[in-house]
């Protein structure tokens, strides 16, 4: 029997803090379970406000923090066992990482094809100039960009979607087989996110590339998602098929948030703000 | 980025740059002419003692019978290579302390910060008379040089650790990390470039601080007073009574030199900070200030 | 002024007023010069707008819109290298019309929180983290308001009662409360005085989903009681759609198209807004969405003419030479665009033929 992608076996994350009198515990993520299929790439969200975990989980996921409890397998291995450089290293160009914030994502004093570069001569064995240009060429052509547009040019030349989607091809120059983006694109113009939602797409339906997309927003989750789970303090509230959720969703806190979506046509079909929503928040 | 491009712009737009330039210039030429002094510079009684300046002998003759000016241009070379050399052998220290440090974190910082800490607060002054008491004979200016060089990195070591602790949360370091660098990698090549600013202008104070130290040790006579420098100068100036016999120009012209120095290297970098701050440098390329 | 048609939010009798806030053909430059290199960005470029007693008037925008800009200006809170370089702003308020680059400082801060207040992004801004919640009130409130003492400070409990905030919320420090109590606080500091016009600066950006609808929601009801008018600035198009009651859309710091919020959403003209409006995800929504091409202009060296045009689909000659004029096409709705007006019955479907 094939392993699957990635599994998330009753995971849980306690971050405890060290005051000399107190020992304040914070529970950030609680038992949370689900798992990826290897033969069928999807694009997983998760949905959660600030606070709900879901960022600590991402890190557990990149294996930059270790589970307090439970396993996380990819393609049958425990992170747990990952321990010398050359095992990260060959962890890593599987499973890659997008961020939030693609203004901060570069040094802002070295070109933007830097890290392009670099990860071809780690992840992909370029040893050669030519060799490392082909490939960065080839990933930046996935992503609808080249390196003649892109190279030697400095992060403050460019916009945010262009920044992403650089990101995303420094991602894939290494063939991964899972991205993890954390909220990728609430930072850019709403202009230019769809080109980048429609890019993720892409990778799941051509490169056969599976997502974990963080978010809070419930809009874009609707639009790429094939399953998604909702986080609320650590737990998982509920788990299932997106359109299924977001339509018709069961759990009171995915109830909240569904309704506290802005949405476009509510505005001329006269719906309200109204103050209730607030009394149940914060 | 080319260096001679943005000289010559400083040069032009920053007249505080222009001027440290300038001044830094002047002493380093007055350095550049012990090269071609006639009299070597231990040589005692070489010219008539005790002339005040005039056109044959410009600064002056001294009490022993040596050109006031020439002296000085040995004085001036070996107290600026004393002040260079401690000052570049700190820098390397405190640079690989302080970045290694404030990047790894955990236990090598700490060890690494006891170390530092321990070398802020040794009193400088009394440990290098205890090492002259000690060394006599056997201290040379590379021997001081050495000592200074390794009381002086603590203080900046805890800067560049400060600027790389925050360097090591910024979000391209992250993307450094997932491209596969190492950590020698990224704090040589990412975060280096944001710590120079501040390594460029210790650097300039930092050679401030170690000439005056050297002066002030040599004025009291704690050093190889053989080898001609500023301080040494002064010393000799001292023993001979200079100002109260008279030879005012024996003591003022190492000092006005000195003090020269001191205020065109101050000038170079505050000027240059300016420039090669990472921020401005954005501004200027036109990106968001 | 004939009959506008009715908002989302029922309001009408900004139809009616006289405005108060002008803008007129306002520009606003940053004028760099380092090292030999001069730079002039044109962040407000000829903006000229109105906004009417007790409206919602919103300003969208994107990054390099220039909208920061274009508020910090209105609220001559600018300094080099940011000027004015032509144009003017006036408030008509109910003590007399003022020319805002023409008030001595004194005349300012006279009228800075009880005339004309601001509701920034981050409540930290103005929040002193080191100090309790009452000492920012007995700042900025207390010199503008008759009452003190025990009176001042039961003036502020009622007002925050009014935005669901308890009274103990003043002894409290700003790190104890959450993000959405501490913009709503931010809020309450920005209205204890009554004014008549505020500047609302992305005030829910940073705050989650839920308590972002109830923080609007409160907004809306403050400004229904204080009846001041609000200029509403986010790049967030929903928002805009459940809370404003006329909209402007700003792009490379000019105003592309204007009108009243429902009508603008139902049938925008402007292919910028058309954009921005048919791209919005939204649940229940299958169609395919796309983003625009090319990249946001750079306001040092801005696309000549009509500064829209090497992303829109639309583009003619005549866009590459001339920057469009704002052009009133219908009663309430202007739009700068030379292909819009020169044939304002142009409708959705007849746009998608018409791309290249």
Redesign the interface.
Known sequence: MKSNLLDVEHVSKVFSGRGLFSRRVKHAVQDVSFSLDADRPEVFTIIGESGSGKSTLAGMILNTLRPTNGHIRFAGRDLAYIRSRKDRLAFMSRVQAIFQNPFEAFNPLKPVDRYLFMAAEVFAGCRTKEARETRVDDALHKVGLSLAEVGGRYPHEMSGGQLQRIAIARALVSNPALIVADEPVSMIDASLRMTVINLFRMLRDELGVSIIYITHDLATAYYISDRLIIMQGGKVVEAGDARQILAAPQHPYSLRLREAVLSVDGAWRGSRLDVDALESSS | MNTLKILR??F???KEFAAGLLIVLVVLAIAACSFFSPYPPLDVYVVPPDMPPSWEYPFGTTSRGQDVFWQLTFAVRNTLLFGIVVAVISRVISLCVGLVSGYRGGWIDRLLMSINDTFVVIPLFPILVLFYFIMRDQMTWAMLAIIVSLLGWAYDARLIRSIAMSLRT???T???V?????TG?IVW??HL??VLPIVFSTTLNNINWSIGIEVTLSVLGFTDINTPTIGGMIYWANQHTALVSGVWWWVTFPIAIVVLLFIGLFLLAISMNE?ID?R?????????S | MTFQPATASGNVEAAYSTPVLSVDALKAYYRLKLFGIEREVRAVDDLTFEIGRNEIYGLAGESSSGKSTLIRTIARAIRPPLAVEAGSVRFNFSDGTRDMYRLSPQELAGIRWKRLSYIMQGSMSVLNPVRRIKHSFIDFAMPHVPEKGAAFFDRIGRHLEKLHLDRSVLNAFPHELSGGMRQRVTIALATVCGPEFIIADEPTTALDVIVQKGVLAMLREIQRELGSSVLFVTHDMAVHANLTDRLGIMYAGRLVEEGWTRDLFRRPLHPYTRHLISSLPQIGDDTPKKGLEGSPPNLAAPPSGCRFHPRCPLAVDICRRQAPPMVTVTPGRRVACHVVTADPGLSAPAMEEARP
């Open positions: 712009d400083l032009h737009y920053n910024r979000e391209f992250r993307q450094a997932f491209s596969g660098m190492g990698r090549q990412e470039p944001f420039y990472p401005s440098r954005l501004s200027r390329l036109g990106g968001p």
